[in-house]
């Protein structure tokens, strides 16, 4: 073999080897799902613990656009971890605010990841992308991926179908549906008084901790845009859930759901449906209503895939991924409207 020849070949080898090493490093990225067997495990989807770490490395690879915090605390002490994004993030700068929630409900392991992808691609792309840079230089974006902590450690070791937090309702029942604890048309149509159901609403509004620390949180940051990602059924749901009445800005909801929706097909060719949330089913006391009540600003629950319920709540880890990818263009959609709303009122 000829001398050039070989030394081809080497540098063939060479950059096999080169390829080799970098997948494995990107496979290792924080981005990419931890696959290393914790205590407790949850294979690919992310556990407490890994979401805590997750978002204190990401934070760290990130300091001067990203801050590692806490909102609350759960019932049983848990942190509920959030990251905020933007340049001069130590500031409260005069931006519009936009806030990715995960998690309200134990068993939607897939609404965890969702957000937590967002934060990773949003942060790891500041440099390479003038869209995300210009996205995170203008607002500021809030992602909380696990409201209900609790409950989701729950649904890890115990019991996987696990909805409400883990509320000891002192009749032998236990935990309240946090996404029926909001005060705005407290028990009301869809929530439940009965502690034994899915849907309780628990004794008052607010009384759990994770609900107050949102209600606190958001109260104090003001959004502008907020959704709340949820599992299954593949649907964009926006204002109200506890009437078939529609609300003041269905058109504007309404609108920016259709393009979302749109935006989610393009990639992967799966449909979520656009639709007012109470045409799923009326339930009181949720997140986007207590918000849009509070704010009139437009706040949506993106139930995520699958469509149906098999396999409803367990979605196969080979589609954390594309559910990310569907969704990304969907939530960067809404977070640059955001930024139209600057320009608009000036
Ligand atoms: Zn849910």
């Given at each position: 073999m000829a001398k050039g020849?070989?030394?081809?070949?080497?540098?063939?080898?060479?950059?096999?080897?080169?390829?080799?090493?970098?997948?494995?490093?990107?496979?290792?990225?924080?981005?990419?799902?931890?696959?290393?067997?914790?205590d407790p495990d949850a294979g690919l989807y992310h556990t407490y613990d890994e979401v805590q770490s997750e978002l204190d490395s990401l934070a760290a690879a990130?300091?001067?656009?990203?801050?590692?915090?806490?909102?609350?605390?759960?019932?049983?002490?848990?942190?509920?971890?959030?990251?905020?994004?933007?340049?001069?993030?130590?500031?409260?700068?005069?931006?519009?605010?936009?806030?990715?929630?995960?998690?309200?409900?134990?068993?939607?392991?897939?609404?965890?990841?969702?957000?937590l992808k967002i934060a990773c691609y949003l942060l790891d792309n500041y440099d390479a992308q003038a869209q995300i840079k210009n996205l995170i230089d203008q607002t500021e974006i809030w992602i909380v991926p696990m409201v209900n902590p609790d409950g989701h450690h729950y649904s890890v070791t115990s019991d996987r179908l696990w909805r409400k937090n883990r509320r000891n309702n002192g009749d032998g029942s236990y935990g309240v549906d946090l996404n029926r604890n909001y005060s705005y048309q407290w028990g009301g149509p869809g929530s439940s008084g009965d502690t034994f159901s899915e849907t309780y609403r628990g004794p008052e509004p607010f009384s759990e901790p994770e609900t107050r620390a949102c209600r606190d949180f958001l109260t104090n940051i003001e959004p502008s845009a907020l959704i709340s990602y949820h599992s299954y059924s593949q649907l964009v749901?926006?204002?109200?859930?506890?009437?078939?009445?529609?609300?003041?800005?269905?058109?504007?909801?309404?609108?920016?759901?259709?393009?979302?929706a749109d935006k989610i097909k393009a990639v992967h060719g799966v449909t979520y449906t656009p639709d007012q949330a109470s045409g799923l089913y009326l339930a009181s006391g949720d997140t986007n209503d207590w918000l849009y009540a509070l704010l009139r600003v437009p706040s949506y629950t993106i139930e995520l895939r699958p469509r149906s319920s098999y396999p409803g709540f367990v979605l196969p880890e080979s589609e954390i991924q594309p559910t990310f990818e569907e969704n990304l263009p969907a939530a960067l959609f809404l977070l640059e409207w955001m930024i139209s709303l600057d320009t608009s009122s000036q």
């Open positions: 020849e070989k030394m081809k070949i080497l540098k063939k080898i060479l950059v096999g080897f080169v390829l080799l090493f970098s997948s494995l490093t990107l496979m290792n990225s924080i981005c990419d799902g931890d696959d290393e067997p914790g990130h300091e001067s656009i990203a801050d590692f915090t806490s909102i609350g605390k759960s019932l049983q002490g848990r942190d509920l971890w959030a990251i905020k994004i933007s340049d001069n993030v130590q500031s409260d700068e005069d931006e519009k605010v936009g806030v990715l929630l995960g998690a309200h409900h134990a068993r939607e392991w897939i609404s965890v990841e969702v957000p749901l926006f204002p109200w859930g506890y009437t078939n009445s529609p609300a003041p800005d269905k058109t504007l909801m309404e609108s920016l759901a259709k393009t979302m």
